[in-house]
T-cell receptor, first 113, second 114 residues
Framework: EAQVTQNPRYLITVTGKKLTVTCSQN?????MSWYRQDPGLGLRQIYY???????DKGDVPEGYKVSRKEKRNFPLILESPSPNQTSLYFC????????????FGSGTRLTVV | QQPVQSPQAVILREGEDAVINCSSS?????VHWYRQKHGEAPVFLMI?????EQKGHEKISASFNEKKQQSSLYLTASQLSYSGTYFC???????????????FGQGTILTVHP
C-alpha cells in the first residue's frame, strides 16, 4: 500500500531532550516536507526537500533540523525541544510538488513539558 | 505569504451548495486543494496549473482564474461526508528550490447537517 509512515504517533517529552520523528514513504517520491499544525494557525511548513541531500527552509524552521540521506526517509530532529514546539506534526511526500499533490502521513502529536 | 481563504466557516444542510475562495496578491504557479476531517491527516483533492482551468472531482470542482491569483472550490449538493476543513495551498514562485514550498491558507471549516 502506498503510504507515508510517521513514528511515533504520540510523544511526550521534557524540555531540552533531543528527539527525532521519523518519516518514510514507499512511493519513490522526489519531494518530502514537514508541517506543523496549531489551532488557529493552520498548516505551516517547517522544511522541505526536493531530493536526496537537497533541503530548504519553509516558513517556520527555527528549532528544527532535517536531513535527506535516502530518498525514502526524511526525519525531523528537535535538538532542544521547548514547550512552544508542542504541536501536531505531519510529514508529506509528492512525486513533484509543483504539479502533483502531497500525500500526508497520519501525524505525530508532540507534547513538550 | 499565506493565501487568503474565505469564508472562514460555512454551515450547510445536506443538498446545499458552497463556494470557498482562495486568493493571493501575486500570480501563483499552481494551487492545491485539500480536505482534512477532524483528527485525520489532510487529503489531496485536486491541483490547478493553468489560468482559466476548471477541474472536477465527483461533485467537488475548482477553478483558477486567468490571472492565476484566485481559485474557487465548488461543492454542490453537499453530503454529510463533505464536512471538514478545506485548505488551499500555493506553490512558491519561479526557479530554484522554492517549487517545494507549499504554503497553505488558514482553512475553511465546512459543516454539513442532515
Amino acid at each position: 500500500e502506498a503510504q507515508v509512515t510517521q513514528n511515533p504517533r504520540y510523544l511526550i517529552t521534557v524540555t531540552g531532550k533531543k528527539l527525532t520523528v521519523t518519516c518514510s514513504q514507499n512511493m519513490n517520491h522526489e519531494y518530502m516536507s514537514w508541517y506543523r499544525q496549531d489551532p488557529g494557525l493552520g498548516l505551516r511548513q517547517i522544511y522541505y526537500s526536493m531530493n536526496v541531500e537537497v533541503t530548504d527552509k519553509g516558513d517556520v524552521p527555527e528549532g528544527y533540523k532535517v536531513s535527506r540521506k535516502e530518498k525514502r526517509n526524511f526525519p525531523l530532529i528537535l535538538e532542544s525541544p521547548s514547550p512552544n514546539q508542542t504541536s501536531l506534526y505531519f510529514c508529506a511526500s509528492s512525486l513533484a510538488a509543483p504539479n502533483y499533490g502531497y500525500t500526508f502521513g497520519s501525524g505525530t502529536r508532540l507534547t513538550v513539558v | 505569504q499565506q493565501p487568503v481563504q474565505s469564508p472562514q466557516a460555512v454551515i450547510l444542510r445536506e443538498g446545499e451548495d458552497a463556494v470557498i475562495n482562495c486568493s493571493s496578491s501575486k500570480a501563483l504557479y499552481s494551487v492545491h486543494w485539500y480536505r482534512q476531517k477532524h483528527g485525520e491527516a489532510p487529503v489531496f483533492l485536486m491541483i490547478l496549473l493553468k489560468g482559466g482551468e476548471q477541474k472536477g472531482h465527483e461533485k467537488i470542482s475548482a477553478s483558477f482564474n486567468e490571472k492565476k491569483q484566485q481559485s474557487s472550490l465548488y461543492l454542490t449538493a453537499s453530503q454529510l461526508s463533505y464536512s471538514g476543513t478545506y485548505f488551499c495551498g500555493k506553490v512558491g514562485g519561479a526557479g530554484g528550490t522554492s517549487y517545494g514550498k507549499l504554503t497553505f491558507g488558514q482553512g475553511t471549516i465546512l459543516t454539513v447537517h442532515p
